[in-house]
């Protein structure tokens, strides 16, 4: 279940295979001004072809509800394996994020923005590969300097440029990648609290303390690629 959608398990009859349908209501769409994001993210399904991105296998709609199907990925998402195990070896760590990294790579190449990132939205394929899923908050950028202003994303997740609200760029999905990593590794975000508006009070400051995950000699590659990734400011990360 999405912000504004739900998903449902289906069999498709005629291939006998296991599919997702997400559905987005249209009373919703009209409601909530979604319209422009559920059309966003129906293009880039339509568009975008890279083995760890997501993809449509088609769309259909009734006079209720949009219903967009996806292969299913029976590995689950990030978060239930996170949920399950606590922490991730650093192994397993780098194996993920080298799928996110490739998978950005590919969208930022696209002109895309994906401001998506999250253990939720990272879903394993049969291989044991991770797949970015959800693109209803992606958003094309054209331009070296283009912006946008809108604010979006988990709390945990979203860059210190995001709530200043003067224009952010694709560097805000680096900053949600060493978000990532460091929950990966530690179990929880370096930034958190009880309430929404701490966490962002916490993320302008920009201060965190390493857990003894990252303190390890072994992970010391690890603790120079997040600090890397969660600098204030957005031309200097990686």
Same mark, same amino acid.
């Given at each position: 279940?999405?912000?504004?959608?739900?998903?449902?398990?289906?069999?498709?009859?005629?291939?006998?295979?296991?599919?997702?349908? =997400?559905?987005?209501?249209?009373?919703?769409?009209?409601?909530?001004?979604?319209?422009?994001?559920?059309?966003?993210?129906? &293009?880039?399904? &339509?568009?975008?072809?890279? !083995?760890?991105?997501?993809?449509?296998?088609?769309?259909?709609?009734?006079?209720?509800?949009?219903?967009?199907?996806?292969?299913?990925?029976?590995?689950?998402?990030?978060?239930?394996?996170?949920?399950?195990?606590?922490?991730? %070896?650093?192994?397993?760590? =780098?194996?993920?994020?080298?799928?996110?990294?490739?998978?950005?790579?590919?969208?930022?190449?696209?002109?895309?923005?994906? @401001?998506?990132? =999250?253990?939720?939205?990272?879903?394993?394929?049969?291989?044991?590969?991770?797949?970015?899923?959800?693109?209803?908050?992606?958003?094309?950028?054209?331009?070296? *300097?283009? =912006?946008?202003?809108?604010?979006?994303?988990?709390?945990?997740?979203?860059? !210190?440029?995001?709530?200043?609200?003067?224009?952010?760029?694709?560097?805000?999905?680096?900053?949600?990648?060493?978000?990532?990593?460091?929950?990966?590794?530690?179990?929880? !975000?370096?930034?958190?609290?009880?309430? !929404?508006?701490?966490?962002?009070?916490?993320?302008?400051?920009?201060?965190?303390?390493? %857990?003894?995950?990252?303190?390890? *000699?072994?992970?010391?590659?690890?603790?120079?690629?997040?600090?890397?990734?969660? @600098?204030?400011?957005?031309?200097?990360?990686?």
């Amino acid at each position: 279940t999405g912000a504004f959608s739900r998903v449902r398990l289906v069999r498709n009859i005629l291939e006998d295979q296991m599919r997702c349908v =997400k559905i987005i209501k249209k009373l919703d769409i009209i409601s909530r001004d979604l319209l422009k994001y559920v059309q966003t993210e129906v &293009r880039l399904l &339509r568009e975008l072809d890279h !083995p760890f991105v997501t993809r449509s296998l088609g769309k259909y709609q009734d006079a209720s509800s949009i219903y967009i199907v996806f292969e299913l990925y029976r590995g689950g998402d990030l978060h239930h394996r996170l949920k399950e195990l606590k922490t991730l %070896p650093e192994a397993d760590c =780098k194996f993920y994020a080298s799928q996110v990294v490739c998978g950005l790579e590919y969208l930022h190449k696209s002109h895309v923005v994906y @401001r998506g990132i =999250k253990p939720e939205n990272l879903m394993i394929d049969e291989a044991g590969y991770c797949r970015l899923v959800d693109l209803g908050l992606s958003k094309t950028l054209r331009g070296s *300097h283009a =912006k946008t202003y809108t604010m979006c994303g988990d709390p945990e997740y979203v860059a !210190p440029e995001v709530l200043l609200r003067g224009g952010y760029g694709k560097e805000v999905d680096l900053w949600a990648l060493g978000i990532l990593v460091f929950e990966l590794l530690c179990g929880y !975000p370096p930034f958190y609290d009880a309430t !929404p508006l701490g966490i962002y009070q916490k993320v302008l400051k920009g201060k965190f303390a390493a %857990p003894k995950q990252l303190l390890k *000699h072994d992970c010391k590659s690890a603790r120079r690629f997040v600090d890397h990734l969660l @600098r204030k400011h957005a031309g200097k990360r990686l």
